[in-house]
T-cell receptor, first 113, second 116 residues
Framework: KQEVTQIPAALSVPEGENLVLNCSFT??????LQWFRQDPGKGLTSLLL?????REQTSGRLNASLDKSSGRSTLYIAASQPGDSATYLC????????????FGEGTQLTVNP | EAGVVQSPRYKIIEKKQPVAFWCNPI?????LYWYRQNLGQGPELLIR????????DSQLPKDRFSAERLKGVDSTLKIQPAELGDSAVYLC??????????????FGPGTRLTVL
């Protein structure tokens, strides 16, 4: 059974700082990995999707990397802003579960002005 | 383009009462998902539809939960009777379908259920 772990559970940084969120998964037979953002009381917004054959994806100030063999992904946020404050969730879909996403518990990020 | 629409946004009920949630996916999306998200945790899939067919309902507690997606568009998730442990946010998501395993899923805002 796939398990996804995210570290740290919570992170507080000053505005402007570059930061890294970590995600690890136990079964490396994945199709893809996604990073989502969730604001309080709202649904999830997909930020980046990395196919299993890819090493990284970039969107604006966000860069996500994937090391499938070691079961790890990182989300790098450059020049953080207060508007980046949210919970960030990592999810993987794998060969044993089709397009079913297995989520981590998330990292709650606070960017202080 | 409208996103995934869910209603109601909030629901408070007494235990043993029935409750239903409604979802309207993004137009043209063939795949629809229902997730449950407990406080402080990531979402867990309850059921996935490909058009009208439920293709993955292995994690749906079938003794009290039921779902339907008539005409392959809107979907309803029902709980009867509700238990205290059902308090959670119920999220609906949709994706275009087509090429397997490459789709981004688009989530609705969710329905927050409180069972008293």
């Amino acid at each position: 059974k796939q398990e996804v772990t995210q570290i740290p559970a919570a992170l507080s940084v000053p505005e402007g700082e570059n930061l890294v969120l970590n995600c690890s998964f136990t079964d490396s037979a994945i199709y893809n990995l996604q990073w989502f953002r969730q604001d309080p009381g709202k649904g999830l917004t997909s930020l980046l999707l990395i196919q299993s054959s890819q090493r990284e994806q970039t969107s604006g100030r966000l860069n996500a990397s994937l090391d499938k063999s070691s079961g790890r992904s990182t989300l790098y946020i450059a020049a953080s802003q207060p508007g980046d404050s949210a919970t960030y969730l990592c999810a993987v879909s794998g060969e044993t579960s089709g397009s079913r996403l297995t989520f981590g518990e998330g990292t709650q990020l606070t960017v202080n002005p | 383009e409208a996103g995934v629409v869910q209603s109601p946004r909030y629901k408070i009920i007494e235990k043993k009462q029935p409750v239903a949630f409604w979802c309207n996916p993004i137009s043209g999306h063939n795949t629809l998902y229902w997730y449950r998200q407990n406080l402080g945790q990531g979402p867990e899939l309850l059921i996935r539809y490909e058009n009208e067919e439920a293709v993955d309902d292995s994690q749906l507690p079938k003794d009290r939960f039921s779902a339907e997606r008539l005409k392959g568009v809107d979907s309803t998730l029902k709980i009867q009777p509700a238990e205290l442990g059902d308090s959670a946010v119920y999220l609906c998501a949709s994706s275009p379908g087509g090429v397997a395993y490459t789709d981004t899923q688009y989530f609705g805002p969710g329905t927050r259920l409180t069972v008293l």
